[in-house]
């Protein structure tokens, strides 16, 4: 709108302070730089790389052939048997019921909405031993669901079903959390842009917001995987680390190193590492060969 | 097809967006939805478009009522501000959607897209993706996707406030031409009075969810019916005013306007190239600044008993002859035009 400015506003004079000149050294950015970069890089050597390379020093001096073959024995394999078929079960499960929490959480409003969400990041505010506590008062011998559970002949506690309820509890958040932000940041713009084109609302899920939230669900299916390899605390709680049956990969290690079953612990060790880093870097592949595909379209 | 919209009203919590906008749209025009940020165009486009539901009133496309058609089954095309394009998808895939969700032959949606990136000026970018294009280009693809699947309305919101100045006026100049060409009935939604005025057949002035007028650029421009449309469409002066004997006068100015305006307070609106300047002592106005705008130039001065008042003349003007800072003027309105003196006018 053009409107008739004030008489004399824009000529008034504008005062200024000078400022004191700003003293400017590259010597001295630069040290600060150095120190910078020197202090996060010895940060990252005494928390990540130290305790990395000691497991595998101590693994070579115990001598890397029996630690594999410790575990590779019956149990170690079980062990991690368990760990894999939790990793698919909460893949299977976040990958859907995260897209569809974020997807309620953002783009519908519904009484509770922000209750919903809050829930959402309570596993990652609340301590994994006390949920399984929690859920052994819930569906334990004396708990409230027990009766029920009966009637129907499941056991949860210290048993496959518990591992899986521990699991599914602990890795909750991810995917909500990596597929709403994104949703957020997108915006509506291109779900209405499908919808005025005649699309129905799968094809806009399926060709639009599925497309857009791809890799931030890769994303927290990833860290689900992690978190799922390297929960402790709720899976011992519920399921009672019973070698064959209960026991994962974590459980596993903790209890060989009880047993002083040092070839087996640093084993497992290396094996759950190892998973690690080819995880993330299969990420990292796939992301540099989205980016590829797309130029510089960014995720 | 005439489109028909009755009443619209829509309240987000307290704040009327819309309030009981009406207005009808002639098969095959060209028409501007101007006002101010804020000022409930984007609001009455969506609920064209049914991405915003109206709280009452009624939407009709010809014949038929659309108010509760769902927006797929609507036959529209609607273009985003900041173009809103697919950006997995390639140029051409992007243009071929509206086809492809409609299962059309993944051939014969491939050509049709084509045909349409020809006629957006776009032949040679099918596979690029979005991230690609300029602003410019995306808007044109924006445009193609809407058109590919020949909607009965195109609706555009804000068509070119994402790109810069210089491609906004070729694109404005452009769109004419398509539209010109496709002949689709088009409403866009724009902030721009000069966007709105040049390329479209109607332009309706909307302020604070109401429509304010509704008329072809010439009417809006001569004849603003009210002091906001005045106030919106042109540089003006606005001075409370007592009117008696056929003119209205505030402090050292006087507007001749006719006998038959009745006596009494009224807003005076006095655009500033409606208006003389000559040296003259005593005056009823003094000159504060004069300053130059290219081919144009702008004369602030300040009227006795009125208060500021700017005019403007061609450069070369012969009005412009001994007028400098401080001197004393006397003022002429040759054309002026009151409102009556509303408290709530802006």
Not at chain 1, 234 to 244: E, F, P, T, Y
Not at chain 2, 13 to 38: C, Q, R
Not at chain 2, 187 to 197: G, R, S
């Amino acid at each position: 709108m053009q409107r008739v400015e004030p008489l004399g506003l824009s000529s008034l004079p504008t005062e200024t302070t000078p400022l004191p000149p700003v003293s400017h050294s590259h010597t001295w950015a630069s040290v600060g730089r150095a120190a910078l970069i020197g202090a996060v890089l010895l940060y990252l050597a005494a928390v990540l790389v130290g305790p990395m390379a000691a497991l595998l020093l101590e693994t070579r001096s115990l001598g890397f052939g029996q630690a594999l073959a410790a575990a590779t024995s019956p149990a170690a394999l079980g062990a991690l048997w368990t760990s894999l078929l939790l990793v698919a079960i909460a893949v299977a499960a976040n990958a859907v019921v995260g897209t569809c929490a974020a997807i309620a959480i953002v783009r519908h409003r519904f009484v509770g909405r922000g209750l919903v969400s809050a829930l959402c990041d309570l596993p990652l505010a609340v301590s994994p031993v006390m949920i399984g506590l929690a859920f052994l008062l819930l569906v334990g011998e004396a708990g409230a669901l027990a009766p029920i559970l009966a009637a129907a002949g499941v056991k949860v506690v210290f048993s496959f079903p518990g591992l899986v309820i521990a699991t599914l509890f602990v890795t909750l958040p991810y995917t909500v959390r990596e597929v709403a932000y994104v949703l957020e940041e997108i915006g509506t713009s291109e779900e209405e842009a499908a919808t005025t084109l005649g699309a129905s609302p799968l094809q806009t899920f399926w060709r639009v917001t599925l497309p857009n939230i791809r890799v931030a669900l890769g994303y927290g299916l990833l860290m689900t995987i992690a978190r799922t390899l390297g929960e402790f605390g709720a899976v011992l709680v519920l399921g009672g680390s019973i070698s064959g049956q209960t026991q994962t990969a974590t459980t596993f290690i903790h209890d060989a190193i009880e047993e002083r079953q040092l070839e087996g612990a640093y084993g497992m060790a290396l094996v759950l590492a190892a998973t690690s880093v080819a995880l993330l870097l299969g990420l990292e592949w796939a992301k540099a060969r989205r980016q590829a595909a797309h130029g510089k379209a960014t995720a | 097809m005439n489109l028909r919209a009755e009443h619209l009203s829509k309240r987000f919590g307290a704040f009327a967006a819309v309030d009981d906008v009406s207005f009808e749209i002639e098969s095959g025009s060209l028409v501007a939805l101007l006002g101010p940020s804020g000022s409930g165009k984007s609001t009455i486009l969506r609920m064209l478009a049914g991405l915003e539901a109206p709280d009452s009133g009624s939407v009709w496309f010809g014949a038929e009522e659309a108010t509760h058609l769902h927006p797929r089954a609507r036959a529209i095309g609607f273009v985003f501000q900041h173009y809103a394009l697919f950006r997995h998808l390639t140029v051409e895939q992007n243009v071929a959607f509206g086809l492809d969700v409609r299962r059309v032959p993944k051939a014969t949606a491939a050509r049709r897209a084509r045909e349409l990136l020809r006629l957006v000026g776009l032949s040679g970018l099918e596979g690029r993706y979005p991230a690609q294009l300029s602003g410019g280009e995306r808007q044109r693809v924006a445009l193609a996707r809407a058109l590919a699947p020949e909607p009965r309305l195109l609706l555009l919101d804000e068509p070119f406030a994402a790109v810069d100045a210089k491609v906004r006026e070729e694109l404005r100049q452009w769109l004419r031409r398509l539209h010109d060409e496709v002949g689709v009935t088009s409403i866009f939604v724009t902030h721009d009075q000069d966007e709105a005025f040049s390329i479209s057949d109607r332009v309706l002035v909307v302020h604070r969810g109401r429509l304010e007028q509704c008329g072809t650029p010439a009417e809006i421009l001569d004849e603003p019916a009210t002091e906001f449309v005045a106030r919106f469409v042109g540089e003006v002066n606005v001075f409370p005013s007592v009117v008696q004997g056929g003119a209205a006068v505030s402090g050292g100015l006087r507007a001749q306007l006719g006998p038959e305006h009745p006596p009494g307070p009224a807003r005076l609106v006095v655009r500033s190239y409606d208006l003389k300047f000559w040296r003259e002592e005593p005056g009823v106005a003094t000159v504060e600044r004069v300053v130059p705008l290219g081919d144009r130039v702008r004369v602030h001065a300040v009227v006795d008993g009125a208060g500021p008042i700017v005019a403007q003349f061609p450069r070369r003007s012969s009005l412009l002859r001994g007028i400098e800072r401080g001197c004393r003027i006397q003022v002429e309105v040759t054309t002026a035009r009151t409102y009556p003196p509303e408290a709530d006018n802006p």
